[in-house]
T-cell receptor
């Protein structure tokens, strides 16, 4: 089974702090994604990566950056956390050229910014 | 502009009856559609999918119907069980369907199965 592991299930940070969310997948997937889930807004794509050191902006990249130094690891960085970044963050991975678009999600990281 | 719409934020169904969750899309380039199920404090899990070349796909109690001309799909759950209570997300991928740029998700429908 594919396993996508997110390093922290729950975090509480203060406004202005730098936040790192780590994600590791164990199935040699090419593509990795960061989404955030908010009530009434569904899942929105922040950034994605289709290869090591490659990254592309999703629908809501403002206030975020990402890093993919190794194929299995995709990090989401909040340079200066703000209260409107309080959310559930979901990492996902998928095979390239799968034709199905099926994503495998981690369990999520719930971030609260005070 | 929402490209994938789930117009019912919540749906309550009696145990044993049919649950029907609806989804509409606007982008005619979408060619693959998926349903994900999400429990609280967990990541979404894949439930069932359908390619645009089909109009129906069935997997056990779950059936997805696609009406391309209406840009509408629906998920049927028969019979509904208490463990089906969750948020269901409709998602779509487009272009060559490789999924490399992720999926476009609807806002979700919270299905509640009443005993």
């Amino acid at each position: 089974d594919v396993k996508v592991t997110q390093s922290s299930r729950y975090l509480v940070k203060r406004t202005g702090e730098k936040v790192f969310l780590e994600c590791v997948q164990d199935m040699d997937h090419e593509n990795m994604f960061w989404y955030r889930q908010d009530p009434g807004l569904g899942l929105r794509l922040i950034y994605f990566s289709y290869d090591v050191k490659m990254k592309e902006k999703g629908d809501i990249p403002e206030g975020y950056s990402v890093s993919r130094e190794k194929k299995e690891r995709f990090s989401l960085i909040l340079e200066s956390a703000s209260t409107n970044q309080t959310s559930m963050y979901l990492c996902a991975s998928s095979l390239t050229l799968s034709g199905t678009g099926e994503l495998f999600f981690g369990e999520g990281s719930r971030l609260t910014v005070l | 502009d929402q490209q994938v719409k789930q117009n019912s934020p919540s749906l309550s169904v009696q145990e044993g009856r049919i649950s029907i969750l609806n989804c509409d899309y606007t982008n005619s380039m979408f060619d693959y559609f998926l349903w994900y199920k999400k429990y609280p404090a967990e990541g979404p899990t894949f439930l069932i999918s359908i390619s645009s070349i089909k109009d129906k796909n069935e997997d056990g109690r779950f059936t997805v119907f696609l009406n391309k001309s209406a840009k509408h799909l629906s998920l049927h759950i028969v019979p509904s069980q208490p463990g089906d209570s969750a948020v269901y997300f409709c998602a779509a991928s487009g272009g060559w369907g490789g999924g490399a740029d992720g999926l476009t998700f609807g806002k979700g429908t919270h299905l509640i199965i009443q005993p």
